[in-house]
């Protein structure tokens, strides 16, 4: 009908030249107008053996169940997941075979079926090493979403910048006025909570102020500090409600700046200083970043800035404290 060959017909529906063939305007109009006059669609199967691929991601989860509320912490990541594939002509596969082991979920089991897809994206506090070393030296395609250290290689990942962020918050409490701030919170373990630590130290360094850090709340009140940072929302909470409970008033004898979303769902109606995670941000660039790394390879490692959120809880220190 378009009057060309088979492998000119297959290079337009493929989209892409072979080597030095170069399919005139003309020509691609003809047999895409061919095309929609027959009403033909590539047998996916076939496509599929050419291409190796199964259009289909996977995503796998450490937590226990896959989060079903838009309260819930790995909601938005997974809104911005499937917005993104469904935009790639993609199917989305959740694993959900997986085998709690000891105390956490582990992708390889008996009953694994990661390769069934094309490659993966990993959500979770923290992922297991074990796993993320098996799947670089197995070869199989995935991106973590959240920054990952070395597991026996480089690691691809989309991770929320946390240091510049906790930096602009240390700054922002210095400009009123704070001199002596503490860091509620482990500061490791995760490699997101050592990120938040740092871009705290970093911030005390700059500005030359005195910051402490705390494991935990004790002793909090009896430091001097004038401003807490709450690794955690349940801390900057119990930390408010503490300070209440002394007679202290939030903000104005003692600020909160809260780091972060919350992993597990916090009842509370206060308006924290704070950032934002570009959580929906993230899912969708761990998409494309996976897209990516099946096209044409590689260790894309990325950081998203976070978005600083005034709040109601920082606020100039209190001359009579």
Known sequence: MAGVSQTTVSLVLNGRAEGEVRIS????????????ETGYVADPAARRLVERRNRIYG????????????ADFYYPFLVGIEECVEEAGCDLLLFTSAKVQGERRRIFSAESRIRLADGCVLLGRTIDREDLS????????????????????????????????VR????????????????????????????????????????????????????????GATVVF????????????????????????????????????????????????????????????????????????ELLACELVEGSTLAPVHEER
Not at 59 to 70: K, L
Not at 145 to 163: C, E, F, L, N, T
């Open 230 to 301: 709450a690794e955690k929302l349940a801390d900057g909470v119990a930390i408010a409600e503490a300070a209440r409970a002394r007679g202290l008033d939030v903000p104005r004898e003692l600020s909160i700046v809260e780091l972060g979303a919350p992993t597990r769902p916090v009842s509370t109606d206060i308006d924290f200083a704070g950032f934002r995670i570009p959580r929906r941000e993230m899912g969708r660039r761990a998409v494309e970043l996976l897209t990516q790394v099946l096209e044409r390879g590689g260790v894309p490692q």
């Open 168 to 223: 602009a918050l240390v700054e922002r409490a210095v400009a009123l006025g704070h001199r002596r701030m503490a860091y509620v919170g482990a500061g490791e373990g995760a490699e997101s909570y050592a990120d938040r630590l740092r871009g705290f130290t970093e911030g005390v360094a700059v500005t030359g102020v005195e910051g402490l850090r705390l494991a935990t709340a004790d002793g909090l009140f009896d430091c």
């Open 134 to 165: 098996r799947l670089l030296s197995e070869g199989i395609p995935f991106v973590s979403v959240g920054r990952r250290d070395d597991a026996g290689g480089p690691v691809p990942y989309v991770g929320a910048d946390y240091p510049p962020a």
């Open 25 to 36: 305007p003309e020509t691609r109009d003809r047999v895409l107008q061919a095309i929609r």
């Open 59 to 70: 995503v796998f989860t450490y937590e226990a169940v896959f989060p079903a509320e838009s």
